[in-house]
């Protein structure tokens, strides 16, 4: 099948309604504040068993992409950011809001998100075959530092570097329990036979981020929506000052897909890093956290160019660069698919019609947002009465449905006790789940490095850099700590 | 003040401890399968160790932050009573199956919120709404999940 049959075949009705569900629930989740794209991921993954794996993959697309724009709906309406991603868009949206321009700012950041999406896909449409291609030459040395670059880098990120580095290090621990595939024993479980199969992403994920949220949630009053008279704007006279403010939008979008590109970094720092490069050229910088729409612009396009990005490392190497990038690398295992350079290769199907249905995704972004404007208000009334008891129980039937396991149920429940303490005391859930993800791959990485040093009566650092594409990757991860480590300087 | 040094301190010794009881559990692991756990024990321990050295050193020059928002009060209330919450729905799932214990967890958690969040007696209204929502949240989920998508669901032992 060529890539030209492959995009027809993601017009089809049934691909594109997929596609609107997707970003619809998306925009839902990611607008009502205590949910967000990755919990809509996690709970919906149940239902992508009964789907063709590219399709279920484009569902989660959808939702992924539409819930990185909901977020900004609660943050422009009640000042109340669903994530610290959308908290620049609190900072300009509300105040417009206040002053009668609600739709105004909520238009700029559809766009905004819209003109970002678009690069971020389009990266993720040119980049991610190249990529893989390149990444079937690596062997167990090279994939070995690609896996060990998302760690690298996300125990650089967030708050505490203790906390973070301890948090890698735990997800790390979780993905060593169970039977060790390489001499076949038995690792930290305790005499369990539920154990010995290990501890899978999926239970984790819904534990960390859907029950450890939703303990949090609870004793969270509703948020009062309340009603400013709103001024009336056309959509095309926001278009028309987006697209002459271009620059702006490249700049922030490539900002966004450059640190979507990289593992494990996450859309904060790409969606903050874009706002304080737009305050700081802006002639109207005294404007700024008063209801700049220059504001909006930066932090939206930079926060929806992540989603296409973050994915190239996930498609072409097998690396997940986010906790949602991770939710759908398992969706995706479930479907007996594996990823990274080989996808292309075995799965093209899946590979290109995800690829090109994310294009989609944008634009059924945008006329959602666009058209949807003027209802978003009705979500921001769902009680959390009825939302954490949902959220719950759809979070107890996902940990449950991947293996048809009980005790996946109990493992989720009780991270999600553990998740909830770490919360509480700063410790960032994010790198756990890369941990978990980028566990496997590391030890076998090794493991097989060892064997072959072994075989060639070399020793593992000689054999670990023995080529010059091994030690370019290694340089690579250094100079990706350091970058790191300054852009987090400069960031805080 | 108290509360930074407490929280990471007793943080940075549960790591210690952890990684230690850990350690030894891989003395029986041949050596190829203990070597990646090994690693990743002595890094929660030296990050543990980090921790505490840390703090102290920021605490005496005046720098510490406090990135902790635990208290007793949300621990109780935020936590150990929604995990219980949850732990007794795990016990239900094994006996009567997924959708009654999805039932009960969805009317207790209801109620748990509504009292929660608004500070009130819960009522007869309240009794017969949270039963209205969790007959209609149930219902949904066998709908999709039973009858659309043919998915399997715990069953519990007394159905078997």
Redesign the interface.
Known sequence: MDAFQIFLNTLSPSVLIIIFIGVLIGIIVGAIPGLNGAIGISLLLPMTFALEPQIGLLLLGGIYMGGMYGGSITAILLNVPGDVVAAPAAMEGYPLTKQGRAKEALYYSIFSSMFGGFIGVIILILFTPPLASFALKFGPAEMFFIALSGLVIIGALGGNLYKSAFAVLFGLFISTIGVDLIAGSERFTMGSADLRSGISVVPVVLGLFCLAEMFLNIGKKSNEVTTYKDQSIKRMTVIKDIVRQKFLVLKSSFIGTCIGLLPGVGTTLAVFMSYGEAKRVSKKRDQFEKGNTEGIIAAESANNATVGSSMVPLLALGVPGSPTTAIIAGALIIHGIILGPSLFVQRPDVAYTFLYGMLLTVVAMAIIGAVGIKYFSYILKVKMEYIVPTVLVFALFGAYSLRNSIFDVFIAIVLGIVGAIFKKIAVPLAPIIIGVVLGPLIETNLARSMVIAEARQLSLPHYMLSNPLAIFLLVMVAVLFVVVIKMRTKTE | MVIIIL?NII?GVV?ILFSIL?YT??GD??S???M??RI??Y??GI??L??IV?TLIKVKRGKATN????TLN??I???LI??AF??I??QL??IFG?YI??FF??MV??F???Y???NIKITGKHFLKGLI??VL??AI?YI??TL???????SGSFFR
């Open positions: 929280t943080m790591l850990a559990q891989t692991m041949p190829q399968s203990a990646f756990p990743v024990l890094g929660i990050t543990g980090l921790m840390d990135d902790s928002s635990l949300s621990f209330f935020q936590i929604p995990g949850l732990l729905t795990y799932l094994t997924f214990s999805a967890l969805i958690v209801f748990y919120q509504t929660r969040a608004n929502v969790a949240i149930t989920m999709i999940f659309l998508l043919g998915l399997p669901v715990p």
